[in-house]
């Protein structure tokens, strides 16, 4: 593949995470979406093309299906817009997507925003409902979202000696870092007695392990290296970006190749995203990295996935505290999924918006010394959609 | 004449005391009861999953508490056991003596040549209203009989049916009707069996085990010594205290306990508006006794609480969420068939790898030819954990992820897991799938694979 055009990130914008009685999905698209554009310093007539990602329309308020939903509450006409679709790795795609045709000169400059809105319905009418009440009648029927990745934790402690303790230790800490973030949902510290002893969802994982879908909305205003105004602008670079689909939907829990043990979609991105980024080295090359810890779980089988440590050897990790806020290498300092909430299709763009913040010396109470690279990272579904972007100041 | 080739019992694996049910009830007098997402569909299926089905050539299924209407009982059980297409298949619903009705045509059939071998099957799962645990009879089983013209062990020799007009209770167009009791057990059940028994028994001597299956069968002791029969002839039916009056199934159950306790010259007596004879001989009991391991497995209800859980108010609960809705599709069942319901799995040609869902490639090796195997029930569990907010009856729902003996993957949710700290399934337990409904709150029935213990 030949050298492709480095692109930077010039705008910025997130909404608060959490349950926004008062703000509408479209009052979600036009927080963040006037954030950005007032960060970048461009016009909202400026913006060549948009991507607008959105996980679960149906479980949400019914919008977010299409490009429309993106262009009715920014007036934004005339140009195209298109919705991205990806499960939790939507956010990432649409900036992949905005990527892609700034490369390909199809626009100079390109917004890619992410919103979900699932709070507007009762708890029991999102997820849990989706898993019950829709998909295969007898395939995977059984299983919540936090099931399908306690028997990865299952298989993990079998393993690899990992205990109980090393998983919600990965929420302890993220729970701290959300305690600084003055956009996260939970901003309040937790104890390691709190997790292990909260409500059992699916064990090991507790309700503490465990993310809560919320609302919110992020975005991102992109243009080619070249027409950054150093002047006008503090740039983020996006030196790398994989994703990739590695399995379906059912054939997790049907492959008998299938250790439960890593995803490979999440070494694949990030095999692709080093390459682009001349990586070789994470743990030494990478100053902070956002982990998709929709579940604790996630986080510590991460670490491996992105040869943040060697297979096996995340435990070390977790209690070595080098993954927490100056340690080694910071993971989760935004509090992670855990603290901030999870609205589904926002999230991956909110993960670039809180690495870009610590890039630019921005991030406050909680930045990072020195950071001059970031990781972010998102998997969807039953771990078979992974993302990896690499950024740089 | 017919033969008695091959049987299948099926009870449920949780029993209630009658003590549980009422306090007036006795310690130690058990009732069989389905679990939640057990039907009379899944316990006949269960009892005639084992039984050898080359030569098949008619299914007969009776019940007197019907799941499906205008769709064939017998129909559906053939179709599960993927029978030959289009084979005989007839329902008996009439009432409680369905199961001998269908044994005795089946013996008619084969007996006139034109039918080689009759599967019949007698089920019943029905709760009694609330409050009338202990007066109505009730008790969930299955029994199951290959009937062939081939030579065995058990042969009908003779088989009659004696009609009366009278039955003691019914119902009209949805009504209760009930006659006097006093008339309706003179009039009718005494009448009718004296009448009978003058017309079927030559040599009441010979035979060693008299099975009367009727809810007066204690009243019948004169009539039967009248005809020359003597008191420890008589069978005693010991099944109704361990299991229940089971219904269309119970006269076959007594019939297998008979034997299975080694009797030889058994003369079978079912009565419900008219009686069903039989005259059934045997060489000796058959070396493995289906019912009596049945009988000695199980596990012991310890509240009224759980049996009105297991009896469900028809919604679909876990302590966080409830649901009447559940998506079922008839379109996907039919279609994904051999996959779900007859487990065909797809084999790599070049690597080996069996796969239980189908795919274009394998994901090991990318070649795209595959063969189909058969996959087996019974496996380990490489993974698994506890959905505790998933809607169940007695949640958590296990969810096993089930590495096959012989090869394929498949994961399913574990079931009889009333007490979940009997539920010791962990990493490497061995499982074996058994037939569930998937839908427990009755709304559409459809059913698939789940787990239990093969411990």
């Given amino acids: ?393 | 004449m017919s033969t008695i080739i091959s049987y299948g019992i099926a009870l449920p694996h949780f029993r209630i005391e009658d003590s549980i049910l009422n306090p007036k009830g006795k310690k130690g007098v058990m009732k069989a009861v389905c679990y939640t997402d057990e039907d009379i569909i899944t316990l006949a299926y269960e009892a005639t999953k084992d039984i050898p089905k080359g030569t098949i050539d008619g299914i007969f299924f009776a019940t007197s508490t019907p799941v499906f209407q205008n769709r064939y009982h017998a129909s559906y059980l053939a179709d599960l056991l993927n029978l030959n297409q289009g084979i005989l298949a007839l329902d008996f619903t009439a009432g409680s003596r369905s199961g001998t009705d269908a044994l005795l045509l089946a013996h008619e059939f084969i007996d006139t040549g034109k039918y080689n071998n009759i599967l019949v099957v007698a089920a019943d799962v029905v709760f009694p209203e609330t409050g009338k645990e202990l007066t109505a009879p009730f008790g969930h089983g299955v029994c199951a009989l290959l009937l062939s013209n081939e030579k065995g062990n058990t042969e009908i020799t003779t088989a009659r049916s004696f009609s009366s007009a009278l039955a003691e209770e019914f119902t009209y167009k949805l009504n209760d009707i009930q006659y006097d009791p006093r008339f309706s057990r003179d009039a009718g059940f005494k009448n009718n069996v004296s009448f009978s028994l003058k017309n079927i028994v030559k040599n009441p001597k010979t035979i060693d085990a008299v099975i009367l299956n009727s809810l007066y069968a204690r009243m019948a002791g004169g009539i039967f010594a009248k005809e020359g029969f003597e008191e420890s002839q008589f069978a005693k039916d010991t099944l109704t205290s361990k299991i229940g009056n089971t219904g269309s199934a119970h006269a076959l159950l007594l019939l297998i306990n008979e034997l299975e306790n080694g009797k030889k010259n058994i003369l079978l007596a079912d009565y419900t508006n008219g009686t069903n004879y039989f005259e059934i001989k045997s060489t000796g009991a058959p070396k493995k006794k289906l019912l009596q391991e049945q009988l000695s497995s199980f596990d012991l209800i310890n509240s009224y609480q759980d049996y009105l859980l297991i009896k469900k108010a028809g919604d679909f609960k876990s302590s966080q969420y409830s649901t009447k809705e559940m998506f079922s599709s008839e379109m996907m069942a039919e279609r994904e068939k051999d996959t779900l319901l007859y487990l065909k799995g797809f084999k790599c040609e070049e690597c080996g790898t069996i796969y239980y869902l189908k795919s274009t490639r394998c994901k090991k090796c990318k070649c795209d030819k595959f063969s189909i195997v058969q996959l087996n029930k019974t496996g380990t569990v490489y993974t698994l954990t506890n959905e505790h907010y998933f809607p169940a009856s007695f949640p958590p729902i296990a969810m096993l992820v089930i590495d096959l003996d012989g090869g394929g993957r498949i994961t399913v949710q574990q079931t009889d897991t009333m007490f979940p700290d009997k539920n010791n399934i962990t990493i490497g337990s061995k499982v074996k799938l058994v037939l569930r409904k998937m839908i427990e709150n009755d709304a559409k029935p459809n059913y698939f694979w789940k787990a239990i213990s093969n411990e």
């Fill in chain 1, 1 to 393: 593949m030949s050298k492709q055009a480095d692109i930077a990130i010039i705008g910025i914008g997130v909404t608060r995470f959490g349950e926004l009685f008062h703000q509408s999905y479209d009052d979600l698209v036009r927080d963040a979406a006037m954030q950005a554009v007032a960060d970048s310093g461009v016009s909202m007539d400026d913006i060549g093309a948009a991507w607008l990602s959105t996980a679960f329309p149906e479980i949400g308020v019914f919008k977010g299906r299409s490009g429309m939903d993106l262009s009715e509450p920014l007036s934004l006409y005339n140009i195209p817009v298109t919705r991205v679709s990806n499960f939790c790795a939507s956010g990432a795609d649409a900036i992949r997507n905005a990527v892609n045709s700034l490369r390909a000169g199809e626009c100079d400059v390109a917004l890619a925003l992410g919103v979900e809105k699932l709070r507007d319905r009762q708890p029991q009418d999102s997820i849990v409902k989706m898993m019950v009440e829709y998909g295969h009648p007898f395939l995977q029927k059984g299983f919540t979202a936090a099931g399908t990745f306690a028997v990865y934790a299952n298989r993990m402690i079998k393993e690899f000696g990992v205990t109980r303790e090393d998983i919600s230790t990965v929420s302890v800490k993220n729970h701290y870092h959300g305690s600084l973030n003055e956009k996260a949902f939970y901003r309040k510290p937790c104890s390691l007695e709190e997790v292990m002893k909260s409500q059992m969802v699916a064990n090991p994982l507790t309700v503490l392990d465990s993310c809560p879908t919320t609302d919110g909305a992020a975005c991102v205003i992109m243009v080619r290296a070249e027409d950054v105004d150093k002047k006008k602008h503090k740039p983020i670079y996006i030196k790398g970006l994989g994703l990739s689909v590695s399995t379906g939907w059912d054939l997790p829990f049907f492959d008998p190749n299938h250790d439960f043990l890593s995803f490979e979609a999440t070494r694949q991105a990030a095999k692709t995203a080093y390459k682009q980024a001349g990586i070789t080295n994470p743990i030494d090359e990478i100053d902070l990295v956002e982990v998709h810890d929709c579940f604790s779980i996630v986080e510590l089988l991460t670490y491996e996935d992105l040869g943040l440590c060697k297979q096996g050897e995340a435990k070390e990790l977790i209690r070595g505290k080098e993954t927490q806020l100056g340690g080694k290498i910071p993971v989760n300092v935004s509090g992670g999924l855990l603290s901030c909430g999870h609205p589904v299709g926002a999230t991956g763009i909110r993960m670039v918006v809180e690495v870009a913040n610590h890039l630019r010396g921005n991030a406050g109470e909680r930045q990072v010394k020195n950071a001059k690279r970031g990781l972010t990272h998102n998997i969807g579904g039953p771990g078979a959609i992974a993302s990896v972007i690499i950024l740089e100041n």
